[in-house]
């Protein structure tokens, strides 16, 4: 009976994933065309879009202190309600003021849309099918990431037009309807399986500020790669959709890159539960951040438009491994530890946006000073380093079976 109610539930938030996937990637897609179009430099693009993760990460540590007990229904209220606004304020922007204003909205409704994420993994699933779990909504999610350069492609590539926002706006609306049948699926009472219904305190400024860091401590290794892993992938949503500018003869090519880079999440996520088990979740993760970086690598010598494409395939077709067994690991660390639930989802929140400031800044400011294909090989080489070290001072076992005093 659980199994049947579980399946309708994680089908139902699946496709309201899917809907709201395919809003935020349209916006995310034209956002870099937006402001280029408006005379921003590479460089200055990159930063305005990593306004939105420096209000994520300020809004971390506020949601930590503030939410005392997450519910992602009504987490997901919030979102749509955001959802609603963000592409009406992209539409008027041109001011830096405004685009300040926007990535504030933006920033906040995709932490609160995390936080309902991780509350409803681990409030309606048992712990071995938190992998799985994440699986599932990372297919759907990426199926929306994937139409939307498609769609963006489909009814105008230009930013300046209000087609795409109005799609945008659409598809909210879409994911709002199955919001609704999420929350009819849902039980009445908000808890946690084998009722293990995580239980908050409220703390003072300082009080948080010291629980975080304990802990932050224990899940380091971790944590460092959840912002390699977001670098990685801010960089290609930042100067990915503008790559097209040096393929001026293919028309196609924008969409059709970024696609390439989205499509392998639909196919590595059916066969992500039996590599974790066998490997384990984190080395799973690391090795296959790794192989992708490998991968990548020689794309600053490819000058075939189709070659680069195919070569952008099969290196997501390695990374996208890593999203979800790292979702799963961050899963099982909040069955562990139900008491530092909202500690670990902010953290989690928090590495994420550290490596969405990072990533935009970083990729604006090298497709400015060496070209956006070598910026790609820049980042593969960056990529591997990074997993080598994990690799060797990561520990096996993370235990986080913490205690408050």
């Known amino acids: 009976m659980f199994t049947t109610r579980y399946h309708k539930l994680l089908f139902s938030v699946s496709l309201m994933f899917f809907f709201y996937t395919l809003f935020d990637g349209i ?50 209220l919030v979102v749509y309600a955001l959802c609603f606004i963000y592409p009406l304020l992209i539409w008027s922007s041109k001011t830096l003021p405004l685009f300040i204003f926007s990535m504030a909205v933006w920033g906040l409704y995709g932490d609160l849309s995390s936080y309902a994420t991780f509350d409803f993994v681990s409030r309606r699933s048992r712990p071995k099918e938190h992998c799985k779990s994440f699986g599932v909504i990372g297919i759907f999610r990426s199926l929306g990431y994937l139409m939307a350069p498609i769609v ?119 066969f992500i539960n039996p590599i974790v088990l066998k490997f384990g979740k984190k080395k799973t993760a690391f090795v296959s951040f790794f192989i992708g970086g490998l991968i990548l690598l020689p794309i600053c010598l490819v000058t075939n438009p189709v070659a680069i494409i195919i070569l952008v395939f099969i290196s997501s077709l390695a990374n996208s491994i890593a999203w979800p067994a790292l979702a ?66 990561t520990p096996k076992h993370i235990n986080v079976v913490l205690h408050r005093k």
Do not use: C
Not at 28 to 55: D, E, H, R, V, W
Not at 200 to 217: M, P, S
Not at 382 to 388: A, D, E, L, R
């Open 27 to 76: 916006l995310l897609y034209i956002l870099p065309i937006k402001i280029t179009s408006l005379g921003y430099s590479k460089s200055q693009m990159g930063l305005i879009i990593a306004l939105s993760n420096i209000f994520g990460a300020i809004f971390d540590f506020l949601l930590a202190k503030f939410i005392t007990n997450t519910s992602y229904r009504r987490l997901f």
């Open 152 to 270: 963006v492609g489909i009814i105008t590539l230009e930013a300046v037009t209000f087609m795409p926002y109005s799609v945008a706006i659409l598809a909210v609306f879409m994911a709002l309807f199955f919001y609704v049948w999420l929350v009819s699926l849902s039980p009445k009472k908000d808890s946690h399986l084998y009722d293990h219904k995580a239980k908050y305190r409220h703390f003072n400024f300082f009080a948080e500020y010291k629980i975080l860091q304990k802990v932050a401590k224990v899940l380091l290794p971790v944590l460092f790669f959840n912002v390699s892993l977001n670098i990685f992938d801010s960089m290609f949503w930042t100067i990915g959709p503008i790559f097209s500018e040096s393929f001026i003869g293919f028309k196609n090519f924008g969409w059709l890159f970024m696609s390439a880079y989205t499509l392998p999440v639909l196919v590595i996520n059916w």
């Open 328 to 393: 799963g690991a961050y899963a099982d660390y909040i069955s562990e530890s139900r008491s530092y639930q909202k500690e670990i989802e902010s953290l989690t929140d928090f590495t994420y946006n550290i490596g969405f400031i990072i990533g935009p800044i970083l990729g604006g400011v090298l497709a400015d000073l060496v070209g956006i294909k070598n910026t790609f090989s820049v980042l593969a080489t960056y990529s591997m380093i990074i997993v080598i070290i994990l690799l060797m001072v």
